[in-house]
C-alpha cells in the first residue's frame, strides 16, 4: 500500500495540530523531516525541517508499529503547534516524498477495516461518534465502536455455524461417527438466536431515532401560542410571532439537545377551517408531519381541541397562553409551565430511548430482519423432518450471510473446519 499522510485535527488556528502519517514509509518520513528513526512507542520532541533544513517547528513525534496502530500500520504522528503555516509547510513537505501521498477521505478508517482493526458495525459507530451532537447520541455511538455489536454478532454466528454444522454432519457424513438426531441442538441454538435478534430488531427504530434525533410536533389552533412556545424553547426568535391568526404557513424545524437527547421541535401552521390556498397546503403539512413525529405537543383553548385533531395517549396536552388564563397552562412568553413541559417530553423520549438496540442504521436493521426471516424459514424445515436437513442448512447458511453483512468475518471454510474439530472426520 501507498503512504498516506493527512491533517487529523481540524483546520484553523488551534494549541495544537496532529498530522497523521501511515504506512509502510511512515518511519521513513519522520526520518525526513525530524532527522531521526523512532522504534518504540515513547513519544520525541524533536525539530522538524523543511527541504533546504530550515527549522519549521518544535514537534512532539510519535510512532505506532504495525499492529499496535489505530490503522493496524506503522503511524508516525507529528503534534505541531497550530499554526495553519506550520501545517502547510509540514503537509507540503509530506507531498514531495517518493511513494508518499495524501489520503483519501475516509482512508484511514478503511485501512483499520481492511487490516482487521474495526469491523465494519465499529467504522459506522465511529462514524457517529464524530457526529455525536448530545450525551444519548454519544454513548450509543460508543457501545458500538467499542464493538459491542460485533461480539453480539460473534456469538450468534458461532451458535449457527454450530447448528449448521450438526446438520451438514448429518448430511455429509451420515456413515461417520456423528448424533443421529441433532434436531434438538439445531432447534434450540436457531431459537435462542432468533430471539435475540428479534428484540434487536424491535429496538432498532428507537436507536435510529437517537442517531437522527426525536421529532416532536407542537400543534394547536391558530394564536394559541405554538411560535412563541418555540421560541423559549429555542432560547431564540427562531419563529416569527404575531398577534394576526395564521402567521405561521410553513413547518419550521428546531434541533436542539434537550437535557442530552437529539430533539427536533416543529412549529406548525394553526389548525383551522380556511379558504386561504396557501394556509391550507400549511395545514395540511402540519397533520402530516404530525402523523410521523415522535411525540406531539398539543396547546389548547381552555381544553378545546381543533376538530382536525384526535387526542392519542401519548400526546402530551397543554392550555396555551398561560400567561393570560387562569389554571394550569405553558406559556412562552412569562416560561410559565415550561420547565413542567420539557420535563414530561424529556420523560416520553427517554422511554422511547431506553428500548434502543445496537442495531443503530437501517443497514443493520435489514440484515437482521433479513437474518430472522432465514432462521424462521429454517425451524419450519426442520419441523417438516429430518429428510428436510439440506433445506435447513442452507437456510442457516443464509443467514450466516445475512450477519456476516454487518460485520464481515465469516469465511466459506467455518463450516467444515466446525465439523472436523468437533466431529473428528476425516480421519
Request: some cysteine.
Amino acid at each position: 500500500m501507498d503512504t498516506i499522510y493527512s491533517l487529523a485535527t481540524g483546520r484553523g488556528k488551534a494549541g495544537v495540530a496532529v498530522i497523521r502519517v501511515s504506512g509502510p514509509l511512515a518511519v521513513d518520513c519522520a526520518s525526513v523531516l525530524a532527522g531521526f528513526r523512532p522504534s518504540g512507542r515513547v513519544p520525541s520532541l524533536r525539530r522538524l525541517v523543511d527541504a533546504e533544513g530550515a527549522l519549521v517547528d518544535e514537534a512532539l513525534v510519535l510512532f505506532f508499529a504495525s499492529g499496535q496502530s489505530f490503522t493496524g500500520e506503522d503511524v508516525v504522528e507529528f503534534q505541531t503547534h497550530g499554526s495553519p503555516a506550520i501545517v502547510a509547510s509540514v503537509l507540503d513537505r509530506l507531498g514531495t516524498l517518493d511513494g508518499v501521498r495524501l489520503a483519501e477521505p475516509g482512508e484511514f478508517t478503511r485501512r483499520a477495516l481492511e487490516n482487521g482493526c474495526l469491523d465494519l458495525a465499529q467504522v459506522e459507530g465511529l462514524a457517529d461518534l464524530i457526529d455525536a451532537e448530545t450525551e444519548a447520541q454519544r454513548k450509543q455511538a460508543v457501545r458500538v465502536f467499542d464493538g459491542a455489536l460485533g461480539e453480539r454478532t460473534e456469538g450468534w454466528r458461532s451458535d449457527l455455524v454450530r447448528a449448521a454444522a450438526l446438520l451438514e454432519a448429518t448430511i455429509d457424513f451420515a456413515d461417520e461417527d456423528v448424533p443421529i438426531d441433532v434436531t434438538p441442538e439445531v432447534r434450540a441454538l436457531t431459537e435462542s438466536v432468533l430471539a435475540e435478534i428479534n428484540q434487536q430488531v424491535v429496538g432498532s427504530s428507537a436507536a435510529e431515532r437517537i442517531r437522527d434525533g426525536f421529532e416532536v410536533a407542537i400543534l394547536g389552533e391558530p394564536n394559541i401560542g405554538k411560535s412563541t412556545l418555540l421560541n423559549a424553547l429555542a432560547g431564540r426568535d427562531a419563529a416569527i410571532t404575531s398577534a394576526i391568526a395564521g402567521t405561521t404557513r410553513d413547518v419550521i424545524e428546531v434541533r436542539m439537545d434537550l437535557r442530552g437527547l437529539p430533539v427536533t421541535f416543529l412549529d406548525t401552521a394553526g389548525l383551522r377551517e380556511t379558504s386561504d390556498e396557501v394556509e391550507g397546503l400549511g395545514i395540511q403539512r402540519a397533520l402530516s408531519r404530525a402523523e410521523t413525529a415522535d411525540l406531539r405537543v398539543i396547546l389548547t383553548d381552555n381544553g378545546a381541541v381543533p376538530p382536525a385533531l384526535q387526542i392519542e395517549p401519548t400526546d402530551i396536552v397543554r392550555k396555551g397562553k398561560a400567561d393570560l388564563t387562569d389554571g394550569d397552562g405553558v406559556s412562552g412568553q412569562t416560561g410559565a409551565g415550561v420547565d413542567a413541559l420539557i420535563d414530561d417530553v424529556v420523560k416520553v423520549l427517554e422511554t422511547k430511548a431506553s428500548g434502543a438496540s445496537l442495531a443503530i442504521r437501517a443497514r443493520h436493521r435489514e440484515a437482521l430482519e433479513k437474518g430472522a426471516t432465514s432462521l424462521q424459514m429454517a425451524l419450519d424445515e426442520l419441523e417438516r423432518g429430518m429428510d428436510r436437513s439440506e433445506l435447513a442448512a442452507e437456510e442457516l447458511r443464509i443467514a450466516i450471510r445475512a450477519l456476516e453483512t454487518l460485520v464481515g468475518r465469516i469465511d466459506v471454510e467455518t463450516l467444515l473446519d466446525e465439523i472436523f474439530t468437533s466431529f473428528c472426520l476425516g480421519k
